[in-house]
C-alpha cells in the first residue's frame, strides 16, 4: 500500500460543482487510489499516480462530467444551462473504461445507478473485477467486448440511460460507439480536453446519422492545474440505423 494519501478537497468540490463526497465517499476514493496504485506495479494502468494528480484527473475529472445528475446547491448555477432530473436511477456503461474511469468514481457517488464497465482489455477487467469486490461496490458489471460488437448485441442495444465515454477516440467515433447504445432520450457524455469548432461541425454531422442531437458543450477548469476540458453531452432523439455501430475497428478507421 502506498503512504501517500489524498489530498482533502472538500471545499474545492463545493467550489466547483456545488456538491460535496460524503466521508463514507472519500473513503472510497482513498481506497480506490491505494488498489490503483498498489495494481499499477504490475499492470499499466494509469500514469496518473501522484495523489494531488489522482484527485484532479481520476476523481474531480471523472465526476465532472456527470455533474448535471449531482445534488447541487441552488446558488451554483450551469453556465450552459443544461439540467436533468438528479434524482433518477439511471442504466450507465462506460464505453472503453481502462483502470475505472470516470465509471468507478461515478459508481462510488452514485450507488442508486447500476453501471456496466465495458473494455475490450480482459487483463485490466480483471483487476477491475477484484477493485469493486474490495470496494464493496454491488452497482458495477463488468463486460469484456468492442463497443461495436456490443452495441449490435439486442440485450445491450438501446438499453443505457446514460453513456460515458473518455480518452477512447476522436469525438464522432465515440459516438458511434455510444448512441446505438442508448435508449431514447437517453445521454451521452464525451470527455474531451481542448475542443474546436472543426471537431464540433463533424461531431454535429456524425451524430445526425446516429439519431443523436447536440445539447451542451461546457468547459470546465480544472480546480488545481487549471486545465481547460470540454464536456460534450449528446441526446438519443431517433432509434439509430441498423447499420451502426460498424464492424469492429470500422469507426475508427473510417470515422463517420
Ligand atoms: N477511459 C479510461 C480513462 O479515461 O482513463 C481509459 C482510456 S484508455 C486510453 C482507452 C481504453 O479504451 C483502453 O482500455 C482500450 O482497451 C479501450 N477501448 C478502445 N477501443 C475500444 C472499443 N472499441 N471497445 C471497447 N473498449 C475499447
Not at 465515440?174 to 464540433?200: D, F, K, N
Request: aromatic share 8%; hydrophobic share 40%.
Amino acid at each position: 500500500m502506498s503512504n501517500c494519501t489524498l489530498p482533502n478537497r472538500s471545499e474545492v468540490w463545493l467550489q466547483s460543482l456545488g456538491w460535496q463526497p460524503t466521508a463514507e465517499q472519500e473513503k472510497q476514493f482513498e481506497r480506490l487510489f491505494q488498489q490503483i496504485v498498489q495494481a499499477n506495479q504490475q499492470l499499466n494502468l494509469t500514469r496518473i499516480t501522484d495523489p494531488s494528480d489522482f484527485w484532479e484527473k481520476h476523481l474531480w475529472d471523472s465526476l465532472v462530467g456527470i455533474a448535471p445528475w449531482l445534488p447541487t446547491e441552488s446558488s451554483v448555477q450551469r453556465q450552459d444551462g443544461f439540467s436533468v432530473d438528479s434524482s433518477q436511477s439511471l442504466k450507465v456503461i462506460d464505453i472503453g473504461t481502462g483502470g475505472g474511469f470516470p465509471g468507478l468514481p461515478i459508481a462510488i457517488v452514485k450507488p442508486t445507478w447500476q453501471i456496466t464497465l465495458l473494455d475490450s482489455t480482459q487483463k485490466k477487467l480483471t483487476f477491475l473485477q477484484q477493485v469493486t469486490a474490495k470496494l464493496g461496490l454491488e452497482n458495477v458489471g463488468i463486460c469484456c467486448d468492442r463497443a461495436e460488437n456490443l452495441g449490435q448485441q439486442s440485450s445491450y442495444r438501446e438499453s443505457f440511460d446514460l453513456a460515458v465515454i473518455r480518452a477512447v477516440g476522436s469525438a464522432s467515433v465515440c459516438a458511434e460507439y455510444a448512441l446505438p447504445l442508448l435508449a431514447l432520450q437517453g445521454y451521452a457524455v464525451l470527455y474531451r480536453g481542448q475542443w474546436t469548432t472543426g471537431e464540433q461541425e463533424g461531431l454535429v454531422a456524425a451524430i445526425s446519422k446516429l439519431g443523436g442531437e447536440l445539447v451542451a458543450v461546457s468547459p470546465v477548469t480544472m480546480p488545481h492545474s487549471q486545465g481547460i476540458r470540454h464536456c460534450i453531452y449528446l441526446r438519443k432523439i431517433e432509434a439509430t440505423n441498423p447499420k451502426f455501430p460498424r464492424r469492429v475497428g470500422v469507426p475508427a478507421r473510417k470515422p463517420l
